[in-house]
């Protein structure tokens, strides 16, 4: 059962890692105005859902499974990921809104945060990994 757990977290997180770096691709091009900010947002508020989803139940399994130091690892990112969707003013786009994105230096903060995220599941893709390969097989 363990190794069906951290095949499916190693799969969910590569969904994850993809994310990130579409993320940043993304918020580069519009750092470097090769796209407009409404297509930008657009882009981007459409996987901000599946990726709360992805790491949400990445986190809950690792609670059902009792792993406990993975799970309290993946609390904060996951809460944070929460909130922020939660948080979106009303009449916001979304999460990434065009008509904010470049006040108050939202675009570096958002390029940060997209760095930080595929910093945070690389590291988990290679415990997950490790775990993984650790796990006893059984016939």
């Known amino acids: 059962m363990e190794s069906v757990v951290f095949i499916f977290s190693l799969i969910d997180c590569c ?3 993809f994310l990130s770096v579409y993320f940043i691709i993304t918020l580069s091009d519009l750092e470097c105005d090769y796209i ?8 981007l508020n459409k996987w901000v859902v599946p990726e709360v989803i992805g ?3 990445v986190t809950v399994l690792m609670l059902i499974s009792l792993h ?7 609390l904060p990112v996951a ?7 939660i948080m979106v003013p009303s009449g916001n786009m979304g999460v990434f809104d065009p008509t904010e994105i ?3 230096g939202q675009l570096k903060s958002h390029m940060k945060e997209a760095m930080i995220k595929l910093g945070f599941h690389l590291l988990c893709f290679f415990m997950y990994l490790y ?7 059984r016939a």
């Open 131 to 137: 775990r993984l390969s650790s796990c006893p097989i």
């Open 15 to 17: 969904a994850l890692i």
């Open 55 to 57: 790491h949400a139940v």
């Open 79 to 85: 809460t944070w990921n929460i909130y922020r969707y």
């Open 102 to 104: 470049h006040n108050r």
């Open 36 to 43: 407009n900010a409404r297509s930008c947002c657009s882009k």
């Open 68 to 74: 406990w130091f993975i799970f309290l690892l993946n």
